[in-house]
């Protein structure tokens, strides 16, 4: 079967199509779970988080327009106003739980993989927690979540020249927190 295009499958969604909202929600889910988890450091957070989001998809997907910008942007979007109302309503501060290396690592994999794998992530997560905010969303946004330049401006609401500054900065900040 040919996968449809956003355009389509939001228009069909539009015009009460079950099926088209699945696939939407096939085609997004696991990018939109990453970028949030990445974010909040909690796997059920991170689940209600993604689930919150495709609610409120399904709601206003009379209010997006596929022209002002991409449809998984407006997904991130979404996202990442949810992950700044959760992280207004914890003080700022989400929990780092421990037993997600599961997640990362493969079932093939033994238990010196999975640790070595959850070392680099608690080292990597800690490098990202030192950048910027909006250094941090940046890269977030561009290497975890896996957006192009332009969804990820859009995403956050400023100009291509402005996103590419903040990553390389960013990714400039990362090499020295890392060291």
Known sequence: MLNKSDTDLVQRARQGSKDAIGKLYDQHQ?????????????????????????????????????????????????ARNLIIDAHRRQNGRFPQPLEEAQLVAGNQEGPDMMVDQKLTIEKIQAALEKLDPQQREAVTLRFLAGLSLREAAETMDCSIGALKSLQHRGLKALRVALK
């Open 30 to 78: 696991e990018h939109i779970f990453r970028f949030v988890w990445s974010r909040v450091g909690d796997r059920q957070l991170a689940e209600d988080i993604t689930g919150e989001t495709f609610t409120r998809m399904v709601t206003h997907l009379a209010d997006y327009q596929p022209t002002a910008v991409p449809f998984s942007a407006w997904l991130y979007q979404i």
